[in-house]
């Protein structure tokens, strides 16, 4: 009995140095910083915070607002999955509950950290100098009786881990289906829509959107067709419309002038004179009296 209780002890030892272990290494934004949990962390809440920290992990760990922030080497990391991809936050973009976490909430606190209240947050001011604090003043005063709600913690991750846990194209697609949260900072806002936004490939971001929407050249004759069928006749302009229809108006136009030539003749016909020239006037008088000789009607009929 002896025996078993300390082989589920030593077993117990072993899980637990295995969630324990996280090395941290610092890399570029968007990719492994070394991080290696092989489990979902436990988190428990900051007392007074809108933030959780790991107990159990020997790292300094942090979830704030819908992400996982890690401090590590006087570098700050971000990401919305527990395991990473990390992207690197700069000093002066940090958001300003995670600047106030307290200090013995960090469990590997940095040399510099000695000598600080444990209550209070570190002195950043100190450490990254007057410039950053001028640009950050006022971070370390607030409404304590006042502070936010924390976000609901992503609980549906546990479900993946070691081989499971999904690559980063997952990860979006997993965090849009499961986790409807959405940051109320402004800041892990950008952050967050910068991780969990897919990007685009490396082909469109050259520059190839534009010859994705462009049809085939191919295709577009044959598109051309199936428009003017569509259109009526009438409707095309005449400067668009194709030969067959200008040897239509060819053959149509000697049928009109054919037409005209005859209506000119007969308006002719029906405008003519009805009186005879002088000549025909003469003959016309010789003629009558030439009859009235051949009746007996000439000017000797009297005798």
């Known amino acids: 009995m002896r025996y078993l209780i300390i082989l589920v002890a030593m077993m117990l030892g072993f899980v637990t140095s295995a969630i324990s272990q996280v090395s941290i290494g610092i890399g570029l934004p968007n990719v492994s910083i070394g991080i290696n949990l092989p489990v979902y962390p436990e988190l428990v809440r ?8 790991a107990p159990r992990l020997n790292s300094n760990f942090f979830f704030y607002d819908g992400m996982y922030w890690v401090y590590q080497e006087d570098n ?71 502070s936010p709600m924390p976000a609901p913690l992503p609980v549906y991750q546990r479900q993946y881990s070691g081989d499971r846990y999904p690559r980063v194209e997952q990860q979006h697609e997993l965090q849009s289906q499961k986790y409807r ?43 051309g067709r199936e428009e003017v069928q569509r259109v009526a006749p009438a409707q095309i302009p005449s400067r668009q419309r194709g030969p067959a229809v200008q040897d239509q108006r060819q053959q149509q136009q000697p049928q009109g002038a054919a037409q005209r030539e005859q209506q000119n003749r007969a308006s002719g016909q029906e405008n003519m ?13 010789g003629q009558e009296k030439d009859r009235e000789k051949g009746d007996g009607r000439g000017p000797d009929r009297n005798r």
């Open 273 to 285: 004179p009805n009186d005879r020239g002088p000549q025909e006037q003469k003959r016309g008088q």
């Open 46 to 53: 900051v007392p007074g915070y809108p933030v959780y920290y």
């Open 181 to 223: 949260y959405q940051p109320r900072d402004a800041v892990v806002r950008q952050h967050y829509q910068e991780q969990v936004t897919p990007k685009a490939p490396a082909s469109l971001q050259r520059g190839d959107q534009g010859r994705s929407v462009i049809p085939p050249r191919s295709q577009a004759p044959q598109q």
């Open 76 to 146: 700050w990391y971000a990401s919305s999955w527990y395991n990473g991809p990390w992207g690197l936050v700069a000093p002066e973009v940090v958001p300003l509950f995670v600047l106030r976490i307290p200090v013995r909430y960090y469990r590997v606190p940095p040399v510099y950290f000695r000598g600080w209240r444990s209550d209070a947050p570190p002195r950043w001011g100190e450490h990254w100098g007057n410039e950053w604090q001028q640009h950050r003043s006022g971070w370390d005063r607030w409404n304590r009786s006042s």
